[in-house]
């Protein structure tokens, strides 16, 4: 993953000569023994562990999904998952030195990501990299004027669905919206708190309809991070510069304490008003103690008998804070 962008596309180019571009999808229909399934496991771990391409995986995986029980075919997809995810990150290494002729291509109406559309595309170079990514059940989006490369969600979920637990499908339907909807717009500079709310939403809802799944930590680990944007601990201030709670922000707050009264999510928005009323509604740094809590972070409480942990908790809410004080000076600039 450490060599520069002209060495992986030659690598890349390379293997596509020597194995041919076309993965083949379609899903093989089998019947497969207790032994024959945990055969099969076994080798897909071993693959994946010695960095197989994923055409190889996508193959091997589509050739025995169909006679996998619902447990083993949602730990193959997991593993396959993983591979593409590491493959995204070396093909958007390659994508730096090919901006030029996607935007070229784009100008023309070329779509990426249509199968059509590849053959009007007749930069070998591009054309290669669009077929490997195209294979890899990766696809092509523009993000903040770059062209990157992605897991292709549509595909996965189009082809294992039928055969994967409904944790795992939640948690690659959530990874596709999340991918294609930002949370923050990056020409206002301004966060959707709707957007951010129907996330949290969404894993507490999903945490409690599958409490023993394997993707429960990372469901809590997503609700804390888009706590963070939601409670303003990520450097956008929910406050004005006299440390009053921006009119937007406290009706959005209000709106799903309501709309969300069943969930942990109102109780911890009631819990934020009642410690802002206590402290003569402003968010003063007595408020900011508290979000640290509520959003996950490290905190140690204050203590006057302990000197060393109030130094700790200082220095932990001044790191804090200046983000969000960095923002409210851009305000009032």
Known sequence: MKK?????????????????????????????????????????????????????????LNNHVSGLSESIASESVHILLYTIYQYQEEMNEMAKGLQTAFERYSERGIDFNKEEDLEKVHDKVLKAFLEQTKDRSLTIKKENEQYVVMADYD?????????????LKAMIEFSKEESSVPYFNNTTQTLDLDIVASRIVKMEQLSKQHPDSYYVDWMNKSKAFYYKHYFGM???????????????????????????????????????????????????????????DLTGREHESISQ??????????????EALKSIEHEEEKDVD
């Open 4 to 60: 520069s962008w002209k060495v992986l596309l030659g690598i890349t180019l390379s293997s596509m000569l020597l194995f041919g571009c076309s993965a083949e999808n379609d899903i093989k229909e089998v019947t497969l023994t207790k032994d024959q399934q945990a055969e099969f496991l076994e080798s897909f771990l071993v693959k994946s562990d010695q960095e197989e391409e994923p055409t190889v995986l996508i193959k091997d």
């Open 155 to 167: 595909k996965i979920l189009s082809t294992y669905s039928p055969y994967i637990a409904k944790d």
């Open 234 to 292: 990520n450097g956008t201030s929910i406050s004005d510069s006299n440390q009053a709670l921006l009119p937007d922000v406290k009706e959005h707050f209000t709106k799903m304490k309501e709309k969300h009264s069943e969930l942990n999510f109102a109780d911890d928005i009631s819990r934020f008003f009642e410690e802002y009323e206590k402290n003569e509604s402003k968010v003063n740094e007595n408020v900011y103690v508290f979000l640290l």
């Open 305 to 318: 008998d302990n000197a060393s942990d109030e130094e700790k908790a200082k220095k932990e809410l001044e």
